[in-house]
């Protein structure tokens, strides 16, 4: 494994943590005040810089304007673009688009790549995933209630679904339904492109997410489709391919989201690094001169150290051997860089004191949002559970054997 950074990557990061100090950093409180309105203006002046210095869109493909950077370096520059909430969205790799970029390049047909591909990479337009269900587990969706029937060259969509992130505003929706109700569990749901202004596609509501509704692009809304009819050409992929199409979106998108976790870490750990070095505590002392104060920050770098190296050694794995061999560290890399994270915001929370819980750091808003992270893409009970089973699949035989000696 060469984990160098070429020279090309380094200008790259440089010119990024550069941007990220001097543009985007300075945005951060018009989204903590909640003057969306506002913050949609500024973000859309960034993300043209960011298309001039030719830095749009790092992961996406080349042939449709973004940079095509491979995994490695996507995750180099999506730690340097993380350290903000707007990172992503700025520089055009933002989840749930990415995810559905990356299917729609996957199974899209040439005319759902023209209408629906290339105006999302060009961040002319977004999009949302739509497949978890209020009344039904998300971490088992073969259990969906959401169904789409033919109907004279149509799906006629009826579901209840929620956690549709950003779905206001979006332009259409990937939404997961049975199309095949009798077929085998993992053959019953597709995947279905439907227009957020077709008639029966409801907004309900943006969900309020501890405490904050958001709006826009910062927003999980929940989605009635009510008779919801789009024609059968806006079925994506195979009739029936919607869960082998989930776990080619959820791959990716489980290491995408580690990525910009780690630049969150990386920021959590300068602002406590800074508030400890330059807090006053006692006569002649501040804070970073306190041991406690002093393991935390040690504690925190080397965390975030081992976070990196198995997420970009995950990365690399992926890159070179494919997903599938990837699968079990994919399990790690979500569940350990998620607590990594949550335990650095909170160590820089308690340093900062009363400031920590008001909104004139982002600390508070790290910590507000990113506790999902250990619920979606698979709860870390879920990814555990899934390693520790691949793990022992060789001893199945020995465990079968010693479960029934008991019985001898
Ligand atoms: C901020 C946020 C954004 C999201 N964005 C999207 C989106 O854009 N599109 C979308 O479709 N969905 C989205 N989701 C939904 C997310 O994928 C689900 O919340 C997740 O899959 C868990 O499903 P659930 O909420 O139904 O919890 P459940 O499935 O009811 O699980 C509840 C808890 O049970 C435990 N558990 C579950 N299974 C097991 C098991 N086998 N063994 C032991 N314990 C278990 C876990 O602790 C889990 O947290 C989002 C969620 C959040 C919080």
């Not at 984990?3 to 010119?15: A, G, P, Y």
């Not at 993380?82 to 992503?88: C, D, F, I, K, Q």
């Not at 580690?258 to 807090?279: D, F, H, P, Q, Y």
Request: negative net charge; charged residues 25%.
């Amino acid at each position: 494994m060469d984990f160098s950074i070429s020279k090309d990557t380094q200008t790259i990061l440089d010119m990024i943590a550069d941007f990220m100090e001097k543009e985007v950093y300075p945005l951060e409180p018009y989204l903590l005040r909640e003057d969306f309105k506002e913050l949609d203006v500024e973000l859309e002046k960034k993300r043209r810089k960011v298309k001039e210095m030719g830095l749009w869109g790092p992961a996406q493909p080349k042939e449709y304007g973004g940079m095509g950077l491979g995994l490695v370096d996507f995750g180099l520059v999506s730690e340097a673009i993380g350290g903000s909430p707007l990172g992503h969205y700025i520089f055009g790799c933002q989840a749930p688009d990415a995810g559905n970029i990356e299917i729609l390049h996957e199974h899209g047909t040439p005319e759902q790549k023209e209408r629906y591909l290339r105006p999302l990479v060009e961040g002319k337009i977004r999009s949302c995933f739509s497949m978890t269900e209020v009344e039904m587990p998300g971490s088992n969706p073969t259990l969906m209630e959401t169904s789409a029937v033919k109907e004279e060259g149509n799906y006629v969509i009826n579901g209840q679904k929620w956690y549709t992130t950003s779905a206001d505003g979006a332009e259409f929706a990937i939404v997961m339904a049975e199309t095949n109700p009798n077929a085998s569990r993992y053959k019953r749901a597709s995947m279905i492109i439907v227009p957020t202004d077709t008639s029966g596609f409801d907004l309900v509501r943006n969900i309020n997410i501890m405490g904050h509704q958001g709006a826009g692009f910062f927003s999980h809304a929940e989605i009635l489709y009510h008779s919801c009819r789009v024609p059968q050409e806006n079925l994506l992929g195979e009739e029936g391919a919607g869960f082998v199409i989930a776990q080619q979106r959820l791959g990716p998108g489980r290491i995408h989201h580690t990525m910009r976790w780690l630049g969150i870490c990386s920021r959590s750990l300068k602002l406590m690094v800074e508030r400890a070095a330059m807090r006053p505590i006692a006569e002649g002392k501040v804070l970073a001169d306190k041991e406690i104060i002093q393991a935390w920050i040690a504690e925190s770098a080397a965390e975030i150290a081992a976070a990196r190296a198995l997420t970009l050694q995950t990365a690399w794995k992926a890159e070179n051997l494919g997903w599938k061999e990837t699968r079990q560290e994919i399990s790690m890399i979500k569940f350990v860089v998620a607590n990594t994270m949550q335990r650095i915001i909170d160590r820089a929370l308690q340093v900062h004191g009363g400031l920590g819980m008001t909104d004139d750091t982002i600390l508070a808003y790290f910590h507000r949002h990113e506790r999902a992270a250990r619920i979606y893409d698979g709860a870390d009970e879920v990814h555990k559970l899934s390693l520790a089973r691949q793990i022992l699949k060789p001893y199945r035989a020995e465990m079968q054997k010693a479960r029934e000696s008991i019985h001898a």
